[in-house]
């Protein structure tokens, strides 16, 4: 099975209900398989199915919850 | 305008910034009462459209009534 691991920095939690509402709203999307947020290292890695969704889709939703989230240069 | 008052759970500053930046990018004036989770918003819009707006963050979200 395919499966890509994505990376994501994401600015603005300040606390673990910011990590929790992160790490639910974004492992109930189509084609996430894992959710795993860190508030101490400002990162969020995500578990996905590329053939359903991409990196910057993930980098969209979390930006679309009200936080800054940016991909690393070298994760394409 | 119609003031429309919610009941959002937000628990820190980031959760309170989470619903600014949303709002900010309905472009509505608002107004959030952190310490009693509250938030008030100045818009024609229709309650549903700020209700789902509000719900992007994640957070529970409860449509208390205008005010």
């Known amino acids: 099975p395919l499966s890509g691991n994505a990376e994501i920095r994401i600015e603005g939690m300040t606390c673990n209900s910011c990590v929790q509402s992160i790490e639910e709203t974004i492992s109930k999307r189509k084609g996430v398989r894992s959710a795993k947020v860190s508030l101490a290292n400002h990162q969020g890695t995500f578990e996905y199915d590329p053939l359903v969704t991409t990196p910057e889709e993930l980098r969209g939703a979390v930006e679309d919850m009200g936080f800054d989230a940016f991909l690393p240069e070298s994760n394409s | ?67």
């Open chain 2, 1 to 67: 305008m119609t003031k429309h008052e919610f009941f959002v759970d937000m628990t820190c500053e980031g959760c309170s910034g989470a619903v600014t930046r949303v709002l900010t990018k309905l472009d509505v004036k608002f107004d959030i009462d952190l310490p009693n989770k509250k938030v008030f918003i100045d818009s024609d819009k229709d309650k549903d459209v700020l209700l789902e707006t509000l719900k992007k963050t994640g957070k529970t979200v409860t449509y208390i009534g205008p005010k």
